[in-house]
Structures are given as C-alpha cells and as structure tokens.
C-alpha cells in the first residue's frame, strides 16, 4: 500500500480497448463511475418496481429523496423548473452516488477527477443558457449589464459580468473536485499517523506485528470523526452542485 496520499487519485488502465482507431481504454475512473450509475438505477429500481401504501425501505429511501429534490426544486429555481426535474435529480443521485462509493477502501473516486466534474459543470452550463436565450431570447444577456449601473462603469461592469458568468462551469467543476480530494487526503494522512503508532512492521518472514501504542487511540477516533464529516462533505457537495444548477436554472427562467 502506498503511504502517497495522492496515489489514489491516479488514473490508471484496467482494459485496453481501441475502436476504430480511437482509445477508449477502460480505466479505474470508467469502472466506478459505472459502479456509480449501476447503483443508482439499482436504487431506484428497488423502490420502484412494487409501490405499496405502506412503503418498505427502499421505496421509502426513493419518496423521501424524490420529495427531498422535489421542494428543493420548486423553491429554488420555481414550478417551471420542474420541467428538468429529471436532469436535477439523476444529478443529485449521480454526485451523491460516486462521493460516497469513493469512500469504500480500494474504491476510486471519480469525481476526484476534473475531467468528470468539469463535464457535468460544462453540461449544466449548456443548459442554461440554452434555456436562458429559448425563455428570454436576446433579453438573457442582458445580464451582462446589471441594472441601474452609470454608463461610464459599464466597461469595467460588463467584461467583469462576462467572466463570471463564463466561469461558472470551472467553480462548480473545482469546488467538486476540491472538496473530494481535500477530504481523502486528510483521511489518508490520519490513516497513516494510525498505522505509525500502531508499530505496524514486517518481520524477516514477511509477517505482519504490531505493538499497541496507548497514544495511537487518539488519532484513531479522530480519524472515525474525520470519516464521518467527509461522509457528510460527500453529501453537502451533491447538494451544493445541485442547489447551484437550480440557481442557475431560476435566473435562466426568470431573468435577474
């Protein structure tokens, strides 16, 4: 096991694969975020395939997420924007889905990687304005010019309004990704101040022994109080990701 902490987020080939001259080798990174996508059309499956009046647990897990999405939506983005409702929650699920399993020992998190994330941010970007320039027409840009500015702060105003609106797929891309790779560093590093006060070492047989270090309790529950949080962190950055696109989506819709 490499004690790098930035080891489990390289990518590397499991299947070379190549079709019609184009690589699409299959990688760590393509085999969980299947895993991912699996698991979610399992989910859903097995809360939906036998409704009943007194749900069992996973038709209870499905309403309750289902709900869950259902008034974050309408309160954030507005009853029109349940319209895209599907798109809102397979991206809450699809998130919440590659966080958490990357949090299973010898798991790959995918959405460590800047490619993922940058292509659901690029997605979501696409999104809105397609729907911005359909609902609003030439009207949608002007929220490159914020209302009531002095004409003679319009160039600086405007080249600001552009680039942060341009920028929005990178910050939702970069948040995502920090965040996960933040927190598994953090977990590793803890797990490895563990491993050194436990005395792990080899013996000339190859054999495992250890000698119990009392102090080695203390960064072991701080790494069980660490998990938790990142267990939490997983959920809260589907949340926010999905929160942002209903924001973007609202000011799409509606206008500023």
Known sequence: ??????????????????LGGLD????????WTGIGTAAVVLIMLLGTMRMAMVPGRWQAFVEIT???????????????AMAFFPLIITTFLFIAALNLIGMIPHSFTATSQITTTAYM???????????????????????????GTPWWLLPLMVPLEIISFLVRPATLAVRLAANMVAGHV????????????LGLTLDGGGS??????????????????ITALEVFVALLQAYIFTVLTCVYLNQSIHGH
């Not at 096991?1 to 190549?18: A, D, K, R």
């Not at 979501?124 to 914020?146: C, D, E, N, R, S």
């Not at 495992?208 to 109080?225: C, D, F, K, R």
């Open 186 to 197: 953090l977990l590793k590093v803890f797990a490895a101040f563990c491993i050194m006060l």
């Open 121 to 147: 941010g690029i997605m979501v970007f696409i999104l809105i304005v397609t729907v911005g320039v359909y609902k609003q027409g030439l009207h949608f840009f002007a929220m490159f010019v914020p209302h």
């Open 66 to 80: 289902f709900e869950f999405i259902q008034k974050l939506t309408e309160k954030t983005a507005g009853r029109e």
């Open 1 to 18: 096991m490499s004690l790098n902490p930035l080891h489990q987020f390289e990518v590397t080939p499991l299947h070379p694969l190549m």
């Open 24 to 31: 699409i080798t299959i990688t760590n990174q393509t085999l």
């Open 208 to 225: 495992l022994n250890y000698a119990l270090a009392p102090t080695s309790v203390i960064p072991l529950m701080v790494l069980v109080a």
